[in-house]
């Protein structure tokens, strides 16, 4: 059984593993500057052997302190590795995994090692590491267990602080983030302003407003206090490594603003409100599909987005979201074919 516990509203994470049977895996990765801080801190720490016995019965949950490993041969650890981009860290990592070799073996000078080889640091160990002006760049947090491999799983409690000077919470490609969003919110909200002038205009000499555009508005306003609340998101997480509050409120504006695009994109390809006043039945029935669908979807999604991407499951599930988000993208292209069938 694997249970994996995560909170990440921030870039100070509280990781909690429990037999976990893979031998690496990243748990994060930030940006750093001049003057930059990586706090990590390891609590019972433990390497089960699940070997069977002679007799045939599984052996959960023993530590190596009790069997019969050689305690001299360990090595294993985390490692903070250094990387120009995060497509050359990931493909770093899938190579090691795919090679089966030791990324301890591939440490450069770089490279910051948590060593948790001898047994006698199980219990505490804790690493604190200022960035000096050579050592700038992407760094990757990565678990790795070279020996002893195979059949076996660990078990830790994991707590690890990432701050730039400022202090600032956020790595150093994001940094910008709150004020970029915030100048999107304003663009939005003078989109918005815009909009709302141009349907109260006078439909005699304007023409006629319809239902799906007074949707669209909402649909806008949406989208502009999804924005707000994400640039107030990233400064809270900037300011003080957590925000776990206005993370909330940002997901359930960045919630229904999907459902409500989804839904007006639906309703404009069936014609609804500009060619005729209803829905069909098969109209009907996709609406609803979609709509459950992205309800189910951004919840899950909002689960992952505060989980691990080291988190056992973690890729897999981040894969199978898209892929309900690609379907849901071709079933709103049914009622779009059917109106054009209509008008031929």
């Not at 305690?71 to 985390?78: A, C, P």
């Not at 508005?217 to 997480?237: G, N, P, Q, T």
């Not at 359930?252 to 409500?260: E, L, N, R, T, W």
């Not at 409100?273 to 979807?297: A, C, G, P």
Request: proline share 3%; hydrophobic share 45%; net charge negative.
């Amino acid at each position: 059984l694997l249970a994996h516990l995560f909170v990440a509203s921030s870039l100070v994470h509280h990781l909690a593993i429990r037999n976990d049977d893979r031998n690496v895996f990243k748990i994060e990765t930030f940006g750093f500057i001049s003057g930059g801080t990586i706090k990590i801190d390891v609590t019972d720490f433990n390497v089960h052997d699940l070997r069977k016995s002679r007799s045939g019965a599984e052996v959960p949950n023993r530590g190596l302190l009790n069997g019969t490993e050689d305690k001299t041969s360990m090595r294993m650890g985390f490692i903070m590795r250094h990387s120009e981009s995060e497509s050359e860290a990931q493909q770093d990592l899938e190579t090691i995994i795919e090679r089966n070799q030791c990324i301890f073996d591939k440490k450069t000078d770089r490279d910051i090692l948590l060593d948790l080889s001898n047994s006698e640091n199980w219990k505490h160990s804790a690493l604190e590491h200022s960035i000096t002006v050579d050592e700038v760049g992407l760094y990757s947090l990565i678990f790795s267990r070279c020996v002893p491999s195979g059949a076996h799983t660990v078990s830790f409690k994991l707590e690890a602080s990432f701050i730039n000077p400022g202090p600032n919470f956020l790595s150093a490609g994001d940094a910008p983030l709150p004020t970029v969003y915030l100048v999107f919110f304003v663009l939005h909200l003078v989109a918005f302003g815009a909009w709302v002038w141009v349907l109260r205009r006078d439909p005699s000499q304007h023409g006629t407003v319809h239902r799906i555009h007074y949707m669209m508005a909402f649909l806008l306003a949406f989208k502009v206090l999804s924005l707000l609340f994400e640039s107030i998101r990233y400064h809270y997480i900037a300011m003080f490594g957590v925000s776990e509050t206005w993370s909330l409120v940002y997901y359930f504006f960045a919630s229904v603003k999907g459902i409500m695009l989804f839904t007006v994109i639906l309703l404009i390809g069936s014609g609804y409100s500009l060619m005729k006043n209803f829905l069909n039945d098969n109209e009907k029935r996709i609406i609803f599909v979609v709509l459950v669908l992205q309800v189910l979807d951004n919840i899950a999604m909002v689960i992952i987005e505060e989980t691990a991407p080291g988190s056992q499951g973690w890729l897999t599930w981040k894969d199978i979201l898209h892929l309900v988000d690609i379907l849901c993208c071709l079933a709103i292209l049914l009622p779009i074919v059917w109106s054009i069938r209509h008008l031929k």
